[in-house]
């Protein structure tokens, strides 16, 4: 199993610019998560899904619109990238969203796309 | 305020030496609490969920007391291979999001 996997790793853009950072999960996840890392803050929730065709806000959601048209992809985009969107991008999957300290909700984060907004 | 605080550090300490760190939460409503570790430009990776019990796991203790909204994580005997950026994390039991602390860094020194 790849796990979870995105694309691409790294990417420069110019203000203005628009891209899409794929996100791909092969182990059945019901629930996806993108979030941001910047130095300092910790990881903040951009959007997320709980399901095939679902999408919903996160702690920082604006600037960014997610699709979920497929339960193993979960795809962001930026539609006018800003110098404030420079930043690490994970993406996550887990089984459940539940509470509780089960396995089935360990989020399963993938390797980052580090994007440079200029 | 922040929703999840710990201590930046970082921390550094030789091999052998037991470290500690702390973790606040704001929410009272927080459900589930859990330490990630973060290697350097790597992706977190989930090191124990936190019991109210107290949990245990090789050289790791986790802790969580409700009551004062404060998580615990005390590495003993440490080793090299410790050094990374550990995350406090929260579940507020709201479709899975997860709440991150913006991490405690850890430098194990020869």
């Known amino acids: 199993n790849a796990g979870v996997t995105q694309t691409p790793k790294f990417r420069v853009l110019k203000t203005g610019q628009s891209m899409t950072l794929l996100c791909a999960q092969d182990?059945?996840?019901?629930?996806m998560y993108w979030y941001r890392q910047d130095p300092g803050m910790g990881l903040r929730l951009i959007h997320y899904s709980v399901g095939e065709g679902t999408t919903a806000k996160g702690e920082v959601p604006d600037g960014y619109n997610v699709s979920r048209l497929k339960k193993q992809n979960f795809l962001l985009g930026l539609e006018s990238a800003a110098p404030s969107q420079t930043s690490v991008y994970f993406c996550?999957?887990?089984?459940?969203?539940?509470?509780?300290?089960?396995?089935?909700?360990?989020?399963?984060f993938g390797p980052g796309t580090r994007l440079t907004v200029l | 305020r922040k929703e999840v605080e710990q201590d930046p550090g970082p921390f550094n300490v030789p091999e052998g030496a037991t470290v500690a760190f702390n973790c606040t939460y704001s929410?009272?409503?927080?459900?589930?609490f859990f330490w990630y570790r973060q290697d350097c430009r790597k992706e977190p990776k989930l090191l124990m969920s936190v019991y109210s019990s107290g949990n245990e796991d090789g050289r790791f203790t986790a802790q969580l007391n409700r009551a004062s909204q404060y998580i615990s994580l005390l590495i003993r005997d440490s080793k090299l291979s410790d050094s990374a950026t550990y995350l406090c994390?929260?579940?507020?039991?709201?479709?899975?999001?997860?709440?991150f602390g913006q991490g405690t860094e850890l430098s194990v020194k020869p």
């Open positions: 994390v929260v579940n507020r039991n709201q479709g899975g999001k997860l709440i």
């Open positions: 996550a999957s887990s089984y459940s969203g539940l509470a509780g300290g089960s396995a089935d909700n360990e989020q399963f």
């Open positions: 182990m059945n996840h019901e629930y």
């Open positions: 929410n009272s409503a927080s459900q589930s």
